[in-house]
């Protein structure tokens, strides 16, 4: 089939097509327009409270720095913990600021490209937990023990950090395992569209 | 009237004019009936939210297409926050009513053929059938006139592949 011939095709199926179509006026009038106000923003709620948590925890893990500076065994673990939060809060607020950037009326690429980027954002931060929690879950405990407690986690020996630190890594290696026997359908998804948008710039 | 009045009128008749428009982009990425008005309200809600900051730079028909099309690939896309916005719509609202008149066995395979194509072919071919320029689809799609060029012709094999094929079947 030539292409003139697809054309006059699919302007046909435009004839017949306005007569078809109803527009509410009224559904959308009384009761569309006002609801979408406040729809869909409310989505990103979860990050400006993240976003919140974090920078209360950044004052927090700074005051006790300030308090243990003369004490390693505390101050190391606490500013492990403080670099972790503050990645936490550029990453978080890189996110807001692409998801924010994003408009519908951006040429097709552009945003489709951002919307893949932050997709893949969002996965990898669901990911890294998987790698957090078992490596920070030890320095988190000392440093909270001695902070709201004032307990001195070291005093209990070594025996139990030990079981702590390679407990965690048995767990994170399992997690890996999974993850790498069944890869997130979602990355894959998100990877090979951003390949794709890839391929059309040329 | 207040301003806000002033807009929803506005947007009301903008939507008479692009209606056609909107079902048929909706129509080239989804053909469950019931997701396909799911897909038309999304389009309709974002539309709605970038009404106010339209600029007029552009024709308002490359402003539709351009959010038309973006909001059709993320919805194929299956972005649960936006399957969750939709659901709180769905039960209540029937933003526009479409009766289809039967579509001639060409225009089927039409459809059939296109839907084999990648999300971003599939906007580039349909704004190509509604005989836009170059430069246009370009503009709308965010990429150089050699670009959609190129695009079209090789578009345009694969549809012939396609046509061949299922014709055969």
Redesign the interface.
């Known amino acids: 089939?030539e292409?003139k011939e697809?054309?006059e095709?699919?302007k046909?199926?435009?004839m017949?097509?306005?007569e078809?179509?109803?527009?509410?006026?009224r559904?959308?009038?009384e009761?569309?327009?006002n609801?979408?106000k406040t729809?869909?923003r409310a989505?990103q709620w979860s990050s400006i409270f993240e976003i919140i948590i974090q920078i209360l925890f950044t004052g927090f893990f700074i005051n006790f720095l300030q308090n243990h500076h003369a004490q390693p065994a505390f101050s190391i673990p606490a500013a492990l913990i403080l670099a972790l939060i503050v990645f936490n809060l550029l990453f978080e607020g890189y996110r807001l600021a692409l998801f924010y950037s994003i408009?519908?009326?951006?040429?097709?690429?552009?945003?489709?490209k951002k919307?893949s980027r932050l997709?893949k954002l969002e996965i990898f931060d669901t990911y890294s937990l998987l790698v957090i929690i078992p490596v920070f879950t030890l320095p988190f405990l000392i440093v909270l023990a001695k902070a709201i407690l004032n307990w001195d986690l070291y005093l209990l020996g070594t025996g139990w950090m030990i079981q702590t630190i390679i407990g965690s890594f048995v767990v994170a290696a399992i997690l890996v395992f999974i993850i790498r026997k069944h890869p997130n359908k979602k990355l894959r998804?998100a990877i090979k569209?951003i390949d794709?948008?890839d391929e059309?710039?040329? | 009237m207040d301003k806000a009045k002033e807009q929803e009128k506005e947007f009301l008749s903008f939507l008479e004019n692009y209606k056609r428009l909107i079902t048929k982009i909706s129509g080239i990425y989804c053909h469950d009936r019931e997701e396909r008005k799911d897909l038309i309200q999304e389009i309709i809600i974002q539309l709605w939210k970038s009404f106010p900051r339209y600029d007029n730079k552009y024709p308002i028909s490359t402003w539709t297409y351009r959010i038309a099309i973006n909001v059709s690939i993320s919805f194929i896309r299956k972005n649960s926050s936006q399957k969750k916005a939709r659901e709180r719509y769905r039960s209540e609202i029937q933003w526009m009513e479409f009766n289809p008149p039967p579509r001639d066995e060409r225009l089927d395979m039409l459809y059939q053929v296109i839907d084999m194509l990648k999300p971003l072919d599939k906007a580039i071919i349909m704004l190509y059938l509604e005989e836009h320029s170059n430069k246009e689809i370009a503009e709308i799609m965010g990429l150089s006139i050699t670009n959609v060029s190129t695009r079209k012709l090789r578009i345009k094999e694969t549809l012939r592949h396609h046509f061949e094929i299922t014709k055969n079947e």
């Open positions: 089939m292409f697809l054309t095709i699919w046909q199926s435009d017949h097509q306005d078809a179509i109803k527009v509410n006026h559904l959308i009038k009761v569309g327009l609801k979408i729809s869909l989505i408009k519908t009326d951006c040429q097709v690429l552009k945003a489709q919307l997709k998804k569209f794709e948008l059309e710039k040329l």
